[in-house]
């Protein structure tokens, strides 16, 4: 086995689709966290989403979701990954990230706000 690509490799965390967080949106359901950097963020991002860079990322100065899911995200999966990683060591209550990042969310063709 290399680098946990084995046969047993469940994704680290909880994992959203761009579709199902879409949809979570619109139920009202979801708030999003974009952990990329401010410039990246300015590019595009979901539609009412949080910019928290991973550079100077807290997991105690996460927005009050209330009753929605915080999902984070980033371009890809990886620095919200690192973003979740750092949510568990202070046992923050987020779990859930978007699978693909937000490359996936482009991908499927789901609304970018500038």
Do not use: Y
Request: charged share 15%; aromatic share 6%; net charge negative.
């Amino acid at each position: 086995m290399v680098f946990g690509f084995g046969k047993n490799s469940a994704p680290k965390h909880k994992e959203v689709t761009a579709q199902e967080l879409h949809n979570l949106l619109q139920a009202g359901q979801a708030l999003v966290v974009d952990v990329r950097e401010v410039n990246e963020f300015a590019e595009g991002h979901i539609p009412g989403a949080v910019n928290m860079p991973l550079s100077t990322f807290q997991p105690s100065q996460l927005p009050e979701g209330g009753a929605k899911t915080l999902v984070l995200n980033c371009l890809g999966g990886k620095r919200s990954g690192m973003a979740l990683d750092k949510c568990n060591t202070v046992q923050a209550a987020v779990d859930t990230h978007l699978a693909g990042g937000f490359g996936a969310w482009q991908s499927a063709g789901l609304p970018v706000e500038l």
